[in-house]
């Protein structure tokens, strides 16, 4: 039996911030396209959310088009 933990979050939180708490408490940010939650598992009819935070200069360079 897996034990369930509910974290409460408000509107005004980030993803960043999410994602976060999702990976210090060893869970993954979850979705079924209605609802975000943090879970210890991915059930059925969820997808997990993937963040990656990128440093601002590399970010910058990525946007930039290339000269072809």
């Known amino acids: 039996m897996i034990h ?5 979050f408000t509107d005004d ?3 960043d911030e999410l994602a976060q708490v999702a990976k210090a408490s060893g869970m993954h940010l ?3 396209g209605f609802k975000v ?6 059930p059925p009819g969820f997808f997990k959310i993937a963040v ?3 440093h601002r200069h590399r970010a910058v360079l990525e946007a ?5």
């Open 37 to 42: 939650v943090v879970s210890p598992i991915v």
């Open 13 to 15: 939180t980030t993803v």
């Open 4 to 8: 369930a933990t509910i974290l409460a």
């Open 30 to 32: 979850i979705s079924n």
């Open 64 to 68: 930039m088009p290339c000269a072809a």
């Open 52 to 54: 990656k935070i990128k």
